[in-house]
Nanobody, 124 residues
């Protein structure tokens, strides 16, 4: 699976952005999808995940009620709608794909494929 993330940019605190991740190469609907982020000088952390059918989602506590993950299997795309952005959301955001046999969505080591990352900068 090849993943291409897009939609990052510079936004003021309180603003919104929508990230997209387009997949190609294999059957998208057989993969769970996740978003992770890495801030400068920090490790990679889980942000949100969605199972292959879209019926189950998971969020990091830090983004719950502000971010929404969704997918469109007909378009081979997963989205991350980010609202009420904060300066601490500044990071490179990565999308990732994991075989649907995995039940967990939060663990980075179940994801086999990773996109190149898109930078989100939130100014105060």
């Amino acid at each position: 699976v090849q993943l291409q993330a897009s939609g990052g940019g510079l936004v003021q605190a309180g603003g919104s952005l929508r990230l997209s991740c387009a997949a190609s190469g294999r059957t998208f609907s057989r993969y769970n999808m996740g978003w992770f982020r890495q801030a400068p000088g920090k490790g990679r952390e889980f942000v949100a995940g969605i199972n292959s059918s879209g019926g189950r989602t998971a969020y990091a506590d830090s983004v719950k009620d502000r971010f929404t993950i969704s997918r469109d299997n007909a378009k081979n795309t997963v989205y991350l709608q980010m609202n009420s952005l904060r300066p601490e959301d500044t990071a490179v955001y990565y999308c990732a794909a994991a075989p649907s046999a995995w039940l967990v969505l939060r663990m980075s080591n179940v994801y086999d494929y990773w996109g190149q990352g898109t930078l989100v900068t939130v100014s105060s």
